[in-house]
């Protein structure tokens, strides 16, 4: 399936479960820190379809690893993930998640269900992914997936950044499509 069209499945997904987030197509980053992931990813690719998880060290990854996780693939049928790292930032929000999977307890049906699909996508497409986050309404933040190889270059991991700030005026940067899908 052409990712333009798992990236549309998604979104009629997210539309219809009332996600707080969606998948920008465009990958359209307002933060500076998504985009440098973004380039960085790419860098570490080598020539390969995806970077391995050992190309994208902690030193590389150094100015963005209080607001990281990474997720690893544990299961197939049906998907199962689990968190293997999980930055401080990401603990300050969620709670410490480290070694969980993501249907633990501590998490939401809705979580769950989220989380499963927008990393099955990342998966799927082999590219850096982009998720606005939307409360009541307005743009909070935005989150970057980035699909990792293992070491025999099989897709199994997904390294997450985001962001939320509630306060900012998000709007101002966004294109006005991505505002009025965002307003829906």
């Not at 979104?11 to 465009?26: H, V, Y």
């Not at 030193?59 to 996780?69: D, F, G, T, V």
């Not at 480290?98 to 099955?120: I, K, M, P, V």
Request: include cysteine; charged fraction near 25%; glycine fraction near 4%.
């Amino acid at each position: 399936m052409a990712v333009e069209d798992l990236i549309r499945q998604f979104n009629l997904r997210a539309e219809a479960r009332a996600w707080l987030q969606f998948c920008d197509p465009d990958n359209g980053f307002v933060l500076d820190e998504c985009a440098a992931l973004s380039d960085l990813w790419h860098n570490a690719r080598n020539g390969r379809p995806l970077p391995r998880r050992s190309d994208l060290t902690p030193q590389l990854l150094k100015p963005y690893l209080s607001r990281l996780a990474l997720v690893e693939m544990v299961g197939r049928e049906p998907p199962a993930f689990r968190f293997r790292l999980v930055g401080t930032t990401v603990t300050n929000s969620l709670s410490e998640r480290t070694g969980q999977g993501f249907d633990h307890e501590s998490a939401t049906a809705e979580q769950t269900e989220r989380w499963t699909n927008s990393t099955l996508l990342s998966l799927q497409v082999l590219k850096p992914l982009r998720f606005p986050i939307v409360i009541a309404g307005r743009m909070v933040g935005e989150t970057v997936l980035l699909p990792l190889a293992d070491d025999d270059d099989q897709p199994r991991f997904v390294l997450a950044y985001g962001r939320y700030e509630p306060q900012r005026n998000w709007n101002a940067a966004y294109p006005a499509s991505v505002v009025a899908a965002a307003a829906t």
